[in-house]
């Protein structure tokens, strides 16, 4: 499935991508469709070993500013934004697709929950939009900008094995939230996608993962799963002036499976 047909929505428009693990990785969809449309990026990655991965991905959209960056480490995050200073002065957006738990958290009850396991997934999927969005927000000029964050629906809604990353992503929406109000006089919106699931590195982390997909798709309006495309357009929305007036948003790309009560 392409995006759109060229209409160069995302012309002039610069930003970072956090999450890019390999070409499966939903930021890497979002990065597709944003370059399609004419957006330069910048990308990271966490561990040394992914930079092999990352770095074609990045010279096939190319981009060259691909830098390490461990959202865990706030010196790592201020170090990428000082570098993203000196190689464009200013950026216009952030997608943020970025988020962990212990595996032994994704599986069993949310009640046996370790403290340091609660500690890693709030951390790491929700805190580090904040931290992000702190930095992003002294790169973006008096035009503004957009920030991008990824969800899900067990935010929402207990979903079997999501766990405390359901937690965390109910800590993630509502930083939407406040972070929209508070960048929102600096025209910096910032808005959430809640994907339906797609088979990623992360997603095959979580228990029963495969029953998830098949229930969807037996129950969502669309009768389908959602495509990876189909996320990366929304980003592209939320990076275009398409969007202008949209903050503080999760929207759902998920085949209507959210709307459903039975
Ligand atoms: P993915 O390809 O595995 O991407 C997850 C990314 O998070 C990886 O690049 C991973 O890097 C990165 N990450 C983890 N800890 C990090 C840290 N401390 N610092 C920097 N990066 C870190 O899986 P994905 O499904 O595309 O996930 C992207 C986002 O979409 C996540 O927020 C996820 O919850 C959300 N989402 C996914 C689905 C789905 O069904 N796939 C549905 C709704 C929402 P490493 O690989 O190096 O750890």
């Not at 200073?85 to 958290?105: E, L, R």
């Not at 067990?154 to 990353?165: I, Q, S, T, W």
């Not at 029963?208 to 389908?224: H, I, N, S, T, W």
Request: aromatic content about 8%.
């Amino acid at each position: 499935m392409r995006t759109l047909a060229l209409m160069g929505i995302a012309v002039g428009k610069k930003g970072i991508v956090f999450g890019v693990a390999n070409d499966h990785s939903l930021a890497w969809y979002c990065a597709r469709a944003l370059h399609e449309e004419g957006a330069e990026l910048a990308f990271t990655y966490q561990a040394e070993t992914l930079e092999r991965r990352v770095r074609p991905l990045a010279e096939s959209v190319k981009s060259t500013f691909v830098e390490q960056c461990d959202l865990s480490d706030d010196a790592q995050i201020e170090q990428v934004f000082a570098k993203l200073k000196s190689h464009w002065g200013s950026i216009d957006f952030v997608v943020h697709a970025v988020a962990f738990a212990n595996k032994q958290d994704l599986e069993g009850h949310f009640v046996d929950t370790s403290r340091d396991g609660f500690k890693l997934a709030l951390d790491v999927s929700a805190y580090t939009l904040t931290a992000v969005a702190r930095q992003a927000a002294q790169l973006m000029d008096s035009k503004g900008g957009s920030i991008i964050t990824l969800t899900y629906y067990g935010a929402e809604k207990v979903v079997p094995h999501y766990n405390v990353m359901g937690v965390a992503k109910a800590a993630l929406e509502a930083s939407v939230r406040y972070l929209a109000a508070d960048l929102g006089e600096k025209n910096i919106r910032v808005n959430a996608i809640s994907a339906g699931p797609v088979r990623t590195l992360a997603a095959m982390g979580i228990s029963g993962f495969r029953d998830m997909l098949k229930y969807v798709e037996q129950r969502a309006p669309l009768k389908r799963n959602v495509q990876a495309e189909e996320v990366g357009k929304t980003a592209l929305y939320f990076v275009s002036d398409l969007s202008s007036g949209v903050t503080g948003e999760v929207v759902h790309v998920d085949c209507g499976y959210s709307i459903m009560g039975m």
